[in-house]
């Protein structure tokens, strides 16, 4: 089974050898698996399989209904499904000719930012935690922790939402919950602060990231890269601000952009900081979704129960955490399903770009240029 | 300057000709068809003249359509220059379907185009690395046609098992039956059925 990979990998000499890094391994972020042809230390190329965690969502998409689909795409991105609900929920919108009320649509950007916040400390943790920081991991999943809970408040659900909906949002925010998200940005402001003295400016951890795996902003658009990736290239884009959806366009808010903070515009350390930056910004876009939140309904006063749209396909693009997610959806008129539900994520376009990449890098590397891109294995396979 | 679908269409139509089928449908999001064999001459010129300018292939995908006997796959392309996007897409023969790859163009097409043979089948001539990528190397079939058959199983092991739940149901049977039978062996011959009452209670 494995023989075309190998084939791939190409012929071995004397003093090279073939290793299997992956499916499990605590680095890899999920089951992925990445088969390294490497002499000592430096790797002549490493190629991904991907594959293990396909559970056929695309297929299941048309074997459900519209509405019936909402929760599938919870397990897209288990780190960021708000960003999976919104997608799939504007394509349909857009086929059935739905309009989200102004309250509805702000309710999508809180939580959506909430979200970007849990998703971005998952990764800047786990990032430290693979170049060998432990410590800023806990730190990062305790406050990930509060927004579970401040998201739990509102949906019922900490990981897996399933709040948004074609239409509209699940529920209104509870009474009290806009104070607390307020405290918790107040709060976490300051945590991020602490990020910075604890894991940004270490020098080992600036060490293992400046100047490694340098994506140059042609190579980021060339190979499809989308969000903080393309961003920590230098590509100066978001969605959110760029074409706006939703209700993205009444916000202020900056788009940090790569710099080359500590070595190259583009590297790992460009793509790590960039997150940090734009958790700062979702505070600020909650700050200001909270003071203007408008008074009315969070859901469409019509939606059908049976939702039939006219025949016709709709394609929907979001600012997921892990960049612009894509939701490509086709009726036929006649079926209350989806003819084809397709999912373009930037975790799948991301791990393209590790084979062209790892060509002289060192093994230990391979784990930091991994952590930086925010793959999650799910939204690879889907 | 962000180019409308319909002047895209119009600045395409206007180099390849009949190559190029009409906008369609207007209402929602539109798209025009490219005769496969001309696809990667009609791309190259999408990417290079500076109107144009896609610079990012934002998804390769493709839609089975079984009435039509046709695989079509779909392009979302997409201008950062310009800001605006594009969905062209090819008809392709359901029985073999093969289009050019746009790998030498959008690397991106790598990945994306070996998704699409994987879950539908459909061949890019010209692409470097044509293998699947979702299923496995020796899987048959591609699952996301219409009118894909999952086989019984993988490498023996079967998709398909006994709900465990039904053995305890016919084990508890057993162990009800025993003990009913135990209890009528021991009770006295009593009539099956309560007799009918008779008379009035006062």
């Known amino acids: 089974m494995d023989e075309l990979v190998i ?6 000499t004397d003093e090279e050898m073939i290793l299997n890094m992956g499916p499990q391994h605590p680095s890899t972020h999920g089951v992925i698996r990445f088969v390294v042809k490497a002499d000592g230390e430096i790797m002549k190329v490493a190629v991904p399989v991907v594959g293990y965690l396909h559970r056929a969502i695309e297929k299941i998409g048309e074997i459900v209904t519209f509405p019936q689909f909402m929760p599938y795409t919870d397990r897209a991105d288990y780190l960021a499904a708000m960003f999976a609900n919104e997608g799939y ?6 086929l059935m000719g739905l309009d989200v009320p102004p309250r509805g649509q702000y309710c999508r950007a809180i939580s959506c930012e909430l979200n970007r916040i849990a998703s971005h400390l998952v990764s800047v943790g786990t990032m430290g935690q693979d170049i060998g920081a432990l410590t800023p991991f806990v730190h990062a999943l305790r406050e990930r922790e509060s927004i579970n809970d401040l998201i739990e408040e509102l949906c019922g659900a900490r990981l ?4 948004h909906r074609i239409g509209g949002v699940a529920f209104d925010v509870p009474d009290g919950w806009t104070d607390k998200c307020l405290r918790f940005c107040d709060h976490f402001d300051k945590i991020l602060d602490e990020y910075d003295r604890l894991l940004t400016w270490n020098e080992i ?3 293992r990231l400046a100047g490694m795996g340098i994506i140059p902003a042609a190579m980021a658009i060339d190979y499809g890269l989308v969000g903080p990736n393309l961003r920590g290239s230098g590509v100066d884009w978001d969605l959110r601000r760029d074409l706006p959806y939703g209700c993205y366009a009444d916000f202020k808010f900056e788009i940090p952009v790569g710099k080359g903070w500590a070595g190259k515009v583009g590297d790992c350390f460009d793509r790590y900081y960039v997150r940090i930056l734009e958790m700062r910004e979702c505070t600020k876009i909650i700050r200001q979704a909270i003071e203007k939140l408008p008074p009315g309904d969070v859901m469409h006063p019509k939606v059908p129960k049976k939702m039939k749209p006219a025949a016709g396909e709709a394609w929907s693009r979001v600012e997921s955490a892990r960049g612009e997610m894509g939701y ?10 989806a003819q084809r539900v397709r999912i373009r994520t930037g975790s799948f376009t991301a791990m393209g770009i590790v084979e062209p990449l790892s060509r ?10 991994i952590a930086s891109l925010d793959v999650v294995a799910p939204e690879i396979d889907r | 300057m962000a180019l409308t679908p319909e002047q895209i269409q119009a600045a395409v139509a206007a180099k390849f000709g009949d190559a190029v089928g009409p906008l369609a449908p207007p209402a929602k999001d539109p798209f025009f068809t490219v005769k496969a064999d001309r696809l990667l001459e009609v791309c190259r010129f999408l990417k290079a003249e500076p109107t144009l300018a896609f610079d990012f292939l934002e998804d390769v995908t493709a839609t089975d359509h079984l009435k039509e006997n046709q695989i079509k796959v779909v392009y979302h392309l997409f201008s950062y220059a310009h800001r605006h996007g594009v969905v062209i897409k090819v008809e ?3 029985a073999a379907p093969k289009v050019a790859s746009l790998e030498p163009l959008w690397k991106t097409a790598d990945w994306l185009e070996r998704e699409v043979y994987d879950l539908f089948g459909v061949t890019f001539e010209g692409h470097p690395d044509m293998r699947r990528i ?8 591609h699952p996301l046609r219409k009118d894909y058959q999952e086989a019984g199983g993988y490498e023996d092991i079967s998709n398909v098992r006994d709900s465990s739940l039904v053995e305890y149901r016919r084990m508890d049977d057993a162990v009800r039956e025993a003990v009913e039978a135990k209890a009528k062996a021991a009770a006295p011959a009593t009539p099956s059925t309560p007799l009918a009452p008779t008379g009035t209670v006062h």
């Open chain 1, 89 to 94: 929920a504007l394509a349909v919108e857009k």
């Open chain 1, 360 to 369: 002289g890098m060192m093994i230990a590397d391979l784990v930091a240029l």
């Open chain 2, 134 to 141: 979702m299923m496995p190397d020796d899987w048959v079939g």
């Open chain 1, 160 to 163: 897996t939402y399933n709040y």
């Open chain 2, 92 to 94: 392709l023969d359901r």
């Open chain 1, 328 to 337: 490509y959806v086709t009726a036929d008129g006649v079926s209350e399903k």
């Open chain 1, 205 to 207: 951890y600036v060490k």
């Open chain 1, 7 to 12: 084939q791939k990998v190409g012929p071995v």
